[in-house]
């Protein structure tokens, strides 16, 4: 076992079953992630390119991936960074392309400085390059230049790719569905991820300032080897209704809700839970009639987590319970299905009801198929998170209901007969969070 949590035959594996799904006579090319400046000579904490990390668990920048089914000289390459020594007392250890055969179980592996040389070679003769365009301008420009350099040499009988095919068609559907070894690394970061947000809870007093509860919810994730899967929201009171709120710099006022939206990313798998609790531990009579009627949303939205149920069907079941309870709350007007049908809910629900989940957080895959929801299977992960939001400013709606915003968020794995929650030990319910605050 590898120090990603997964084996070096299991790379191999799925390896495999791209190269089968690509065909003999394709080549697949998978550049790294590039390291992004954050300022001057400071750089972004390196995060490797998904589908390279996918492939081969290999953590380092200036990587080319290069599959070529059934070629004799071996099918998976990689292009990679020499051993530099002087380099290595600045920036910490390389594998090498060595190390990349040895620690990796790749078939070959190259210098990156050789790509140049050595790639256009590879392309010739095979008819169809599978490549992500658009995602890094720079790689693009290159693959062409690589690609012309083997047109030019048509008269001698060099014989160029001529298809370019969307590399996600293949490997998104791979992705999608997550092996033992996968959902083991989710329910680990999703386990950190509940700690985390238990320690915000604990902390949470009137006055403390959103950055502090982050501060509490991230020092959870770095202490279990973790980090942040994206950027933490804490929105306190009116702030909650910002749904990519990221300031994180007011104040939680004595009866004002707290909006943490934060999840760990563990071995490069991703959590992703939201939680809104009272910042004093008591949930005020409105807060608590809008938290119930999201909890029963998420609850009719998790009926449809089950094999065999068209994806669509969780969002539709929680627009109906919120749009039921907002009509009963008095916050909307008129029958139950006109609001639905001219989405007048959006008012105060304007997202959907969740995304796939893993390595990436909004992760891939396809939602429909020619326009029509595709059926869930077992191994799919994605999340549960509706939500109801009311502005400060929405003079529509009596006073006592503006400026709180709720969002319940938990991450579901679709099983052979069923679901399981990854992020059920978390207290949900109005009850279970203010038995939980009330123990600090």
Same mark, same amino acid.
Not at 56 to 68: A, K, N, Q, S
Not at 72 to 80: D, I, S
Not at 97 to 121: K, N, Q, S
Not at 194 to 211: F, K, L, T
């Given at each position: 076992?590898?120090?990603?949590?997964?084996?070096?035959?299991?790379?191999?594996?799925?390896?495999?079953?791209?190269?089968?799904?690509?065909?003999?006579?394709?080549?697949?090319?998978?550049?790294?992630?590039?390291?992004?400046?954050?300022?001057?000579?400071?750089?972004?904490?390196?995060?490797?390119?998904?589908?390279?990390?996918?492939?081969?668990?290999?953590?380092?920048?200036?990587?080319?991936?290069?599959?070529?089914?059934?070629?004799?000289?071996?099918?998976?390459?990689?292009?990679?960074?020499?051993? !530099?020594?002087?380099? /290595?007392?600045?920036? +910490?250890?390389?594998? %090498?392309?060595?190390?990349?055969?040895?620690? *990796? &179980?790749? $078939?070959?592996?190259?210098?990156? !400085?050789?790509?140049? /040389?050595?790639?256009? +070679?590879?392309?010739? %003769?095979?008819?169809?390059?599978?490549?992500? *365009? &658009?995602? $890094?301008?720079?790689?693009?420009?290159?693959?062409?230049?690589?690609?012309?350099?083997?047109?030019?040499?048509?008269?001698?009988?060099?014989?160029?790719?001529?298809?370019?095919?969307?590399?996600?068609?293949?490997?998104?559907?791979?992705?999608?569905?997550?092996?033992?070894?996968?959902?083991?690394?989710?329910?680990?970061?999703?386990?950190?991820?509940?700690?985390?947000?238990?320690?915000?809870?604990?902390?949470?007093?009137?006055?403390?300032?959103?950055?502090?509860?982050?501060?509490?919810?991230?020092?959870?994730?770095?202490?279990?080897?973790?980090?942040?899967?994206?950027?933490?929201?804490?929105?306190?009171?009116?702030?909650?209704?910002?749904?990519?709120?990221?300031?994180?710099?007011?104040?939680?006022?004595?009866?004002?809700?707290?909006?943490?939206?934060?999840?760990?990313?563990?071995?490069?798998?991703?959590?992703?839970?939201?939680?809104?609790?009272?910042?004093?531990?008591?949930?005020?009579?409105?807060?608590?009639?809008?938290?119930?009627?999201?909890?029963?949303?998420?609850?009719?939205?998790?009926?449809?987590?089950?094999?065999?149920?068209?994806?669509?069907?969780?969002?539709?079941?929680?627009?109906?319970?919120?749009?039921?309870?907002?009509?009963?709350?008095?916050?909307?007007?008129?029958?139950?299905?006109?609001?639905?049908?001219?989405?007048?809910?959006?008012?105060?629900?304007?997202?959907?009801?969740?995304?796939?989940?893993?390595?990436?957080?909004?992760?891939?895959?396809?939602?429909?198929?020619?326009?029509?929801?595709?059926?869930?299977?077992?191994?799919?992960?994605?999340?549960?998170?509706?939500?109801?939001?009311?502005?400060?400013?929405?003079?529509?709606?009596?006073?006592?209901?503006?400026?709180?915003?709720?969002?319940?968020?938990?991450?579901?794995?679709?099983?052979?007969?069923?679901?399981?929650?990854?992020?059920?030990?978390?207290?949900?319910?109005?009850?279970?969070?203010?038995?939980?605050?009330?123990?600090?």
């Amino acid at each position: 076992m590898s120090s990603t949590g997964i084996s070096a035959q299991v790379y191999a594996r799925r390896r495999r079953q791209l190269m089968r799904m690509a065909g003999d006579d394709a080549i697949v090319v998978i550049p790294s992630a590039p390291e992004r400046i954050r300022s001057r000579d400071t750089h972004y904490p390196y995060r490797q390119d998904s589908d390279l990390w996918y492939l081969t668990g290999f953590p380092e920048p200036e990587t080319v991936l290069v599959l070529i089914p059934g070629r004799k000289h071996g099918e998976a390459l990689l292009f990679c960074r020499e051993r !530099d020594p002087e380099r /290595e007392g600045w920036d +910490g250890p390389r594998s %090498g392309p060595e190390g990349a055969v040895d620690g *990796f &179980g790749m $078939d070959d592996a190259y210098p990156i !400085d050789d790509l140049d /040389e050595i790639l256009p +070679g590879l392309l010739e %003769g095979r008819s169809r390059v599978y490549y992500h *365009f &658009g995602r $890094d301008t720079d790689f693009d420009l290159k693959l062409i230049g690589w690609l012309n350099r083997v047109r030019a040499q048509m008269r001698m009988g060099a014989q160029p790719p001529h298809e370019f095919l969307e590399l996600g068609h293949l490997l998104d559907e791979m992705r999608l569905f997550k092996d033992r070894d996968e959902l083991k690394l989710m329910q680990r970061a999703a386990d950190i991820s509940i700690e985390a947000h238990r320690a915000a809870m604990r902390a949470a007093r009137p006055g403390i300032h959103e950055y502090e509860l982050q501060a509490e919810v991230e020092r959870v994730f770095r202490r279990h080897d973790a980090e942040p899967a994206y950027g933490s929201i804490v929105g306190a009171g009116d702030n909650a209704c910002v749904l990519h709120y990221r300031a994180n710099n007011a104040q939680a006022k004595d009866g004002a809700l707290v909006l943490i939206d934060a999840g760990a990313e563990y071995r490069g798998y991703a959590a992703d839970i939201t939680r809104t609790f009272p910042v004093n531990g008591r949930f005020t009579k409105e807060q608590r009639a809008l938290h119930d009627l999201v909890g029963a949303a998420q609850r009719a939205a998790l009926a449809q987590a089950r094999p065999g149920v068209p994806y669509e069907a969780g969002h539709v079941g929680a627009v109906e319970t919120l749009t039921e309870g907002l009509l009963k709350l008095g916050l909307l007007k008129g029958g139950l299905e006109k609001n639905i049908a001219d989405g007048s809910y959006k008012r105060f629900y304007r997202h959907k009801t969740g995304h796939w989940l893993g390595l990436d957080v909004h992760d891939v895959g396809e939602y429909r198929f020619d326009g029509d929801s595709r059926l869930l299977e077992p191994g799919m992960v994605f999340t549960i998170e509706p939500g109801l939001y009311i502005g400060r400013d929405d003079k529509t709606v009596h006073e006592k209901w503006r400026g709180i915003g709720i969002r319940t968020e938990d991450d579901i794995l679709v099983t052979k007969d069923g679901h399981k929650v990854l992020t059920d030990k978390l207290a949900r319910s109005a009850d279970e969070i203010e038995a939980f605050m009330a123990e600090r």
